[in-house]
C-alpha cells in the first residue's frame, strides 16, 4: 500500500529512532515515537513531536509486542510505521498486521520479508536466480543426526545459522567433529529464544573472507538499483564493529558482477524500498551470497555520506509511490567513508554487555555522530548494548581513517563501560590501515589489542587519578595552590589491584611518588577544571582529561585509556570473588533462563551452572572451581543485578 502520508509513527527506540525523526522532520512529517517504562525520557522521546508508552522495560511487553504497537498507532492517529532496525522490522507478521490496519508500511512487501527472512527458502530462491551461495544444508529434517550426516558431508570448518535469525545470534563457528553436538545445542537455545524458532542450517566456513554488503534500493514501479558496497569484515561475536564504503579491494569489474548479484537477488523477491544484500568475497575475489536483510541497516550512514544520498527520506518517498529518479550508471562512490559502533561493553571480558549511567557524553561537532543517548541516562539490560556511531568522510581512504582517529580521541563518555579505546585500537592498526581486513581480523591481531585483555593503569594516569582524588576527598577541586605540605600514603584500588603511592603537595605542584618503586615519580600542576574536564601540566606538556565520581570510585579517561579508581587506603580487606573462589556473581543485571544445577551437586571447573540473558545474548556462567554447589541464590526466571552473587561452590 502506497498513498501519500503525514502521521508517521516510529517503531523502534534509541540511535536509529533518532535517526529517523531527523529526516521525517526535515521533510514535515508529524512524528511519534513509542516508548517503554525503562525508556520514557529517552532522547527519542524528547525529540518526538508525540509520544505513546508501550508498557513495561521487557521487550516482549513493549517494542515486540504487536498487539501494543498496533494500539499505539491507533491512539495516535499514525498513517504510516517505519520499524527502524531490529526489534520487529523484519518480522512479516508485523508488516501485515500494520496493513490490515489500512497504514502504510515503510519497508517492503510481507511477502518479500518471509522469504528472505527464512534463510532456508532465501537460499533456494538464490540459487534458482542464479546468485552465488555458500555449500550447505538447508533441509526440514532438524535431528541431530540429520545434522551430523550433513556436517560430515560439507566439512570443517563450517557455520551453523539460525534459519530465521540474524545479527550474530544463534550463529557458531564449528571446527571439528566432537564439537557439533554441544555447538547445535547452544545455537538452537539462543534462536529459540532470540527468534522463537529453533531451526538451523549448515554453511561451508569461508576462511578468512570479507564481509561485502551491497546497498538496495527499489521503487514501486519496477526499478531497482543497488548504491554500492559497504565492507563489514572487522567484527567480533559475528557482529560488526567497523564498517566503510568502498570496500578497499573492490575493482570496478568486482563491483558489477556483485552489484549484479545483487539487484537479481533483490528482483527474485520483488523487493520494494532500501535493503541490503550480503556477500562473502574470498581472496580469490570469488563471491557467495550471504544473507538479505529486509530493512534499514545500522551502517547505511556510510552509504549516505558517499552517495549524497539521504537513505531514510528515500523509504519515505517510496512508501508514498515515488519513482527513483536514476539509472545504475549514475550511482558512483565519491570519497570515502567509515563508521565505527560504540558499545556498552567491555572488550576485556569477552565484549560482555554493560549497564550503568551516563555520567557525561561530549561528542566532537566536526563529523556525522547518530545516536540515542545523553547525560542522565541509564543504560539497562533490556536492550541491544550499542550507544552511538561515530561516522567519518574524507576525500581519500587515509583522510577518513585519520578523521576517525581524531574523532574518537575527542568523544568522551563516562560512567557505563563501554569500547571507544577498543575502537581507537582498531582504526590505529597498521594493518587496518593498510585495508587488510576480513572477518577474523580481531583474532587474528589479539595481541595487538591491548582492551581485549585488563590492563594495568599506566602510572601517568595513576597519578592523576591520586591527585583528582586528593581534591576530591578535601572538597577543593581546583584549589591545589592552597594543599598543606606533606606526604600522605595512598592505596588505589584499579580492577583487581592495589597501587601504593605517595601523594606530597608543594603549592601548586603535587607530586605522586610508586611507594614500590622507588624514583617512579610524577609531578603535576593543574590549570584548569570544570564538573568533568581537566587541563594539567605535566613536565612540560599541558594535558587533558575527563573525570567523575561514581559510587565512591573516580572515573578517568586519559589519552592512554578509560579507568575505574577506588581510594582504598582506609577500606576493610573484601571477600575474595575472584577466579578459583567458589563465588558466582552476575556478570550484568539480566535475567537467569536456565539453571543446570541443584544444591548438593558437585561440579568441575568449568562446569556449566546456568545461564544469564541480557541484551539479546546468552551468557553462560560456569563453576571456577571444582566442589558442592552449597548455596543457588538465584533461579529460573528471575531478574539479577550486576555483581549479585548467584551461588556459592564449596569444598
Known amino acids: 500500500m502506497t498513498r501519500p502520508f503525514r502521521r508517521l509513527l516510529i517503531a523502534n527506540r534509541g540511535e536509529i529512532a533518532c535517526r529517523l525523526i531527523a529526516t521525517a522532520h526535515q521533510l514535515g512529517y508529524h512524528t511519534i515515537a513509542v516508548f517503554s517504562d525503562a525508556d520514557q525520557h529517552a532522547r527519542h522521546v524528547r525529540l518526538a513531536d508525540e509520544a505513546v508508552r508501550l508498557g513495561p522495560p521487557a521487550v516482549g511487553e513493549s517494542y515486540l509486542s504487536i498487539p501494543r504497537l498496533l494500539a499505539a498507532c491507533q491512539q495516535s492517529g499514525a498513517e504510516a510505521v517505519h520499524p527502524g532496525y531490529g526489534f520487529l522490522s523484519e518480522n512479516a507478521l508485523f508488516a501485515q498486521a500494520i496493513l490490515a490496519a489500512g497504514l502504510v508500511w515503510v519497508g517492503p512487501s510481507p511477502a518479500a520479508m518471509q522469504l528472505m527472512g527464512n534463510k532456508r527458502q532465501a537460499k533456494l530462491a538464490m540459487l534458482a536466480a542464479g546468485v552465488p551461495c555458500v555449500p550447505g544444508y538447508a533441509g526440514e529434517d532438524q535431528s ?24 550474530g545470534r544463534g550463529m557458531r563457528l564449528v571446527n571439528q567433529p566432537m564439537a557439533l553436538e554441544d555447538a547445535v545445542h547452544r545455537a538452537r537455545s539462543e534462536a529459540r529464544h532470540a527468534f522463537g524458532s529453533d531451526e538451523l542450517i549448515l554453511e561451508k566456513a569461508v576462511v578468512h573472507p570479507r564481509h561485502v554488503e551491497f546497498q538496495i534500493l527499489a521503487d514501486t514501479h519496477g526499478q531497482v538499483l543497488h548504491l554500492g558496497e559497504r565492507e563489514c569484515s572487522v567484527q567480533r561475536r559475528h557482529q560488526k564493529v567497523i564498517e566503510e564504503s568502498p570496500c578497499p579491494v573492490m575493482t570496478h569489474a568486482l563491483r558489477e558482477r556483485m552489484g549484479a548479484a545483487a539487484v537479481a537477488a533483490a528482483s527474485a523477491c520483488g523487493y520494494v524500498g532500501a535493503g541490503t544484500v550480503e556477500f562473502l568475497l574470498g581472496a580469490d575475489q570469488q563471491f557467495y551470497f550471504l544473507e538479505m536483510n529486509t530493512r534499514l541497516q545500522v551502517e547505511h550512514p556510510v552509504t549516505e555520506l558517499v552517495t549524497g544520498l539521504d537513505l531514510v527520506a528515500w523509504q519515505l518517498r517510496v512508501a508514498q509511490g515515488e519513482r527513483l529518479p536514476w539509472q545504475q550508471s549514475d550511482m558512483t562512490p565519491r570519497g570515502h567513508a567509515i563508521e565505527v559502533r560504540l558499545y556498552a561493553e567491555d572488550p576485556a571480558q569477552g565484549f560482555l554487555p554493560q549497564t550503568g549511567p551516563v555520567i557525561h557524553w561530549r561528542v566532537p561537532s566536526s563529523i556525522r555522530i547518530d545516536h540515542g543517548i545523553q547525560t542522565g541516562d541509564q543504560i539497562t ?37 563501554h569500547n571507544q579505546r577498543f575502537l581507537q585500537e582498531l582504526i590505529d592498526h597498521p594493518a587496518f590501515m593498510a585495508g587488510e581486513t576480513h572477518t577474523g581480523f580481531i583474532d587474528q591481531y589479539q595481541a595487538d589489542l591491548p582492551s581485549l585483555s585488563a590492563q594495568c593503569i599506566d602510572f601517568d594516569s595513576l597519578a592523576l587519578a591520586a591527585a583528582l582524588l586528593q581534591q576530591v576527598h578535601s572538597q577543593r577541586v581546583g584549589d591545589w595552590g592552597r594543599q598543606q605540605l606533606g606526604e600522605q600514603p595512598r592505596v588505589l584500588r584499579v580492577g583487581e589491584r592495589t597501587h601504593e603511592v605517595i601523594v606530597e603537595t608543594a603549592g601548586a605542584a603535587l607530586t605522586v611518588s610508586d611507594a614500590q618503586l622507588p624514583g617512579q615519580a610524577q609531578t603535576l600542576v593543574l590549570l584548569q577544571t570544570d564538573a568533568h574536564h581537566c587541563e594539567y601540566l605535566q613536565g612540560v606538556r599541558r594535558l587533558k582529561a575527563a573525570f567523575a565520581m561514581l559510587h ?21 580487606p573484601i571477600r575474595q570473588t575472584g577466579a578459583g573462589s567458589g563465588i558466582v556473581l552476575a556478570p550484568m543485571d539480566g535475567a537467569i533462563v536456565d539453571v543446570r544445577v541443584q544444591t548438593g551437586d558437585r561440579v568441575e571447573a568449568g562446569q556449566l551452572l546456568m545461564v544469564l540473558e541480557a541484551m539479546k545474548m546468552e551468557h553462560r556462567l560456569t563453576a571456577d572451581c571444582a566442589g558442592i554447589v552449597n548455596t543457588l541464590l538465584a533461579g529460573k526466571g528471575q531478574q539479577v543485578k550486576r555483581r549479585q552473587q548467584l551461588a556459592i561452590i564449596g569444598s
Open 144 to 167: 541431530d543426526r540429520a545434522l551430523a550426516q550433513a556436517a560430515s558431508e560439507i566439512g570443517y570448518p563450517l557455520m551453523i545459522k539460525a534459519v530465521a535469525g540474524g545479527g
Open 381 to 417: 539490560p533490556f536492550y541491544d548494548p550499542m550507544l552511538a556511531k561515530l561516522i567519518t568522510h574524507g576525500d581519500t581512504r587515509a583522510d577518513a581513517v585519520r578523521a576517525m582517529a581524531r574523532a574518537l580521541s575527542q568523544t568522551t563518555l563516562l560512567g557505563v563501560v
Open 552 to 572: 565512591g570510585q573516580l572515573l578517568l579517561q586519559t589519552c592512554s585509556g578509560a579507568w575505574q579508581v577506588a581510594d582504598v587506603t582506609h577500606a576493610p
